[in-house]
């Protein structure tokens, strides 16, 4: 790949450590990581925007994207996994509940 500069480097770098750590499950980490290439991504549209040879850019863009889509697919997969598990302690709850009211 191109130069493509330092932002947009940095950008492309926290993203895919964001994907690592969505693999991973750690998304406290990715939250916090999110926020930083945010950051990042408004340096690169600020000052290097434009300044560097347009396909590169579009290729870290588009990479970023592509990564960006699996984080999400993860981040998906995870909540649902969390909806169940907060059915299964409503379940759970009324359950016992239940039991409580028996004679």
């Not at 690592?20 to 000052?47: C, I, M, N, P, T």
């Not at 870290?60 to 302690?89: C, F, W």
Request: proline share 2%.
């Amino acid at each position: 790949m191109a130069e493509i500069g330092q932002y947009l480097q940095q950008s492309l770098e926290v993203t895919r450590s964001l994907l690592e750590l969505a693999r991973q499950g750690e998304w406290d980490a990715v939250f916090e990581q999110q926020k930083k290439r945010l950051e990042f991504l408004e340096s690169w549209e600020a000052h290097e925007k434009g300044t560097i040879p347009r396909d590169a850019e579009e290729a870290a863009l588009q990479e970023m994207l592509t990564l960006n889509d699996e984080i999400v697919e993860l981040s998906s997969g995870a909540r649902d996994s969390v909806q169940k598990e907060i059915l299964g302690m409503r379940k759970s709850k009324s359950a016992t509940s239940a039991y409580k009211k028996c004679p």
